[in-house]
């Protein structure tokens, strides 16, 4: 690994309502030097907080463990409920190259913080996406088929649930988790004025590539009861592909079909200046537009090279 590399972890966790334990979770990461915690969000009706963090690969694999040992203490997956797929306390770990490094490097690291993980707090452990040992464990929703209920009454004895590293069997309190290395992506919410999440489920269909729609799209269809709405939720793995203008434009055209608006959309976590640049430009009509043309950028190539990196 290329001294230097900087890697982006995204670590989501199965609690969105209990403040006091997201701030614990939050402060544990970012009690990690030479780690940046950039952003966390919670969502009550998920129950579910996603955390987005960079740094060297030996600064993140230590926040990763120092996260487990808040989950350890303040998670049981006995008693969790919520509308978003989870198998597990930490329910999935991806890591991505950012700077001087290579998906090698990222599948490298989160299969070595995933042994750890494994070995010290006995927690089964799937990897996926560019991690996976097995084709059909790229996917998520293959690995979080049933959720965390499906786990605890089949077991993992199976060949299809038998996990990659640890134990095979649940923990008590922990459940299992996701590790894996991926590229870059924008997960993308949208909110839809209506309580029928029939309608969400229709739109999701429409737009994910699995079930014909939008390439480079996952997206679920999901009730959000607390805002009296429903909610289409999105990944977007390659931005640079489908842009999140045409995600939304297409949830916008499909809702129109049920004589349903978008109320509003919702980023989790942080996309790429180059992701904004494009539905900015898309949405002003500036074709021209370009990261180069925003002066934050600017400044920041400025300080690289008077710094040399």
């Given at each position: 690994m290329k001294s230097g590399a900087v890697f982006q972890c995204v670590p989501n966790i199965?609690?969105?309502?209990r403040a006091?334990?997201?701030?614990?979770?939050?402060?544990?990461?970012a009690s990690i030097g030479g780690v940046k915690l950039l952003d966390y969000s919670s969502d009550t009706d998920h129950n579910r907080s996603v955390f987005t963090l960079l740094g060297g690969a030996e600064g993140v694999g230590k926040s990763i463990l120092k996260l487990y040992e808040v989950a350890s203490e303040?998670?049981?997956m006995r008693q969790h409920q919520g509308v978003h797929p989870r198998i597990g306390a930490v329910d999935v770990v991806p890591f991505v190259p950012i700077e001087n490094a290579s998906m090698e490097d990222a599948k490298?690291?989160?299969?070595?913080v995933a042994r750890e993980v494994a070995d010290r707090f006995s927690v089964p452990i799937y990897l996926y996406g560019e991690s996976a040992l097995k084709s059909e464990r790229v996917s998520l929703a293959y690995l979080r088929r049933g959720g965390w209920e499906a786990l605890e009454k089949e077991g993992l004895a199976s060949p299809e649930r038998y996990p990659d590293l640890g134990p095979a069997r649940l923990h008590e309190r922990l459940g299992a988790s996701c590790f894996g290395a991926r590229g870059p992506l924008v997960a993308f919410n949208v909110f839809l004025n209506t309580?029928?999440?029939?309608?969400?489920?229709?739109?999701?269909?429409?737009?994910r590539a699995g079930t014909g729609g939008l390439a480079f799209v996952k997206a679920l269809g999901l009730a959000i009861p607390s805002q009296g709405c429903v909610q289409v939720s999105?990944?977007?793995?390659?931005?640079?592909?489908?842009?999140?203008y045409t995600a939304l434009e297409m949830?916008?055209?499909?809702?129109?079909?049920?004589?349903?608006?978008?109320?509003?959309?919702?980023?989790?976590?942080v996309m790429s200046l180059a992701a904004a640049c494009d539905s900015l430009s898309y949405y002003m009509q500036l074709p021209e537009l370009t990261p180069g043309r925003i002066l934050e950028n600017g400044l920041l190539e400025l300080h690289r090279s008077q710094s040399g990196i």
């Open positions: 199965s609690e969105g309502r006091e334990v997201i701030t614990s979770a939050a402060e544990s990461i303040h998670i049981d490298e690291l989160a299969s070595s309580q029928d999440v029939s309608v969400a489920k229709s739109v999701a269909k429409r737009l999105m990944n977007l793995t390659n931005p640079s592909r489908t842009a999140l949830v916008r055209m499909e809702a129109r079909r049920f004589g349903v608006a978008v109320l509003r959309s919702e980023l989790i976590g």
